[in-house]
């Protein structure tokens, strides 16, 4: 049993790979549309570091980039679309798809949804802040969250129990924000456009456990590409 627990431990660590790969690459493709030089598309460049962080090819990311921005024939073209509801115990949920067939992701989206509430546009949204989202770790020992913020111009921030922070950012000042946080002693794991509750919903017990299985099998699909939650920590 120990041989055969390891061997599906490691399939499912590369499945779980093979899967962020794909995200990072749909994000890759869609942020080259605009152009194809990472140093004059602040999306594609953070979209670029994000994949190298997670080792992938020089070879993959060039195809991805030349795939989005039409240098290459046949490039698939992914569409970004937005879903929102609630998950059970009315949990607000944002779901955000890239995807090549929108009427393959919607049919998906409200299977999942069954044991939620698939709502409108802008039914729960408007309970939700659109943000940047910088994920940061300092980079030094004697590295001020607070001060980190400050100098670099962000809105807000947390403080994890291992250290890391999360910077909030006004969206136009997301690729601002995360230039300048390595001047301050943190070194920027992700940065991304993202919703931040203004009301998080706080759970417990078999009601926090029936509203993560829900997120998770939301999560599995492969056309989901952020999942947002008004869910206290």
């Known amino acids: 049993m120990g041989a055969q627990w390891k061997a599906k431990h490691r399939e499912a660590a590369a499945n779980a790979k093979g899967k ?7 994000e890759i493709m869609i942020a080259a549309r605009t152009g194809a030089d990472p140093d004059m598309n602040p999306r ?15 070879e993959t990311l060039e195809r991805a980039i030349k795939k ?4 290459l024939d046949g490039a698939v073209s992914y569409e970004k679309v937005v879903y929102e ?4 115990h009315q949990v607000p949920v944002i779901v955000e798809c890239l995807t ?3 009427n393959r992701t919607i049919s998906n989206i409200r299977v999942l949804f069954r044991k939620g509430q698939l709502g409108a546009s802008g039914s ?17 020992p004697d590295a001020d969250v607070e001060l980190a913020a400050i100098e670099a111009g962000a809105q807000d921030f947390e403080v994890e129990d291992d250290g890391s922070a ?6 136009t000042d997301l690729d601002l924000v995360s230039k300048a946080l390595p001047d301050f002693g943190f070194s920027v794991d992700s940065a991304k456009i993202g919703y931040r509750p203004k009301n998080p919903v706080s759970l417990a017990g078999e009601a926090l456990a029936e509203v993560e299985a829900f997120l998770g099998a939301i ?3 492969d056309d989901v590409h952020e999942v947002y939650v008004g869910l206290a920590d």
């Open 124 to 140: 729960v949204s408007w309970d939700f802040d659109h943000v940047g989202l910088i994920e940061a770790s300092p980079s030094a």
């Open 44 to 58: 594609l460049r953070m979209a670029v570091e994000a994949a190298r962080k997670q080792s992938m090819t020089r």
């Open 166 to 171: 999360l910077f909030i950012t006004d969206m």
């Open 219 to 221: 999560d599995d699909d």
């Open 100 to 102: 090549d067939n929108v």
């Open 85 to 88: 509801g609630f998950a059970p």
């Open 68 to 71: 989005g921005s039409g240098q």
């Open 20 to 26: 962020l790969f794909t995200k990072l690459t749909k």
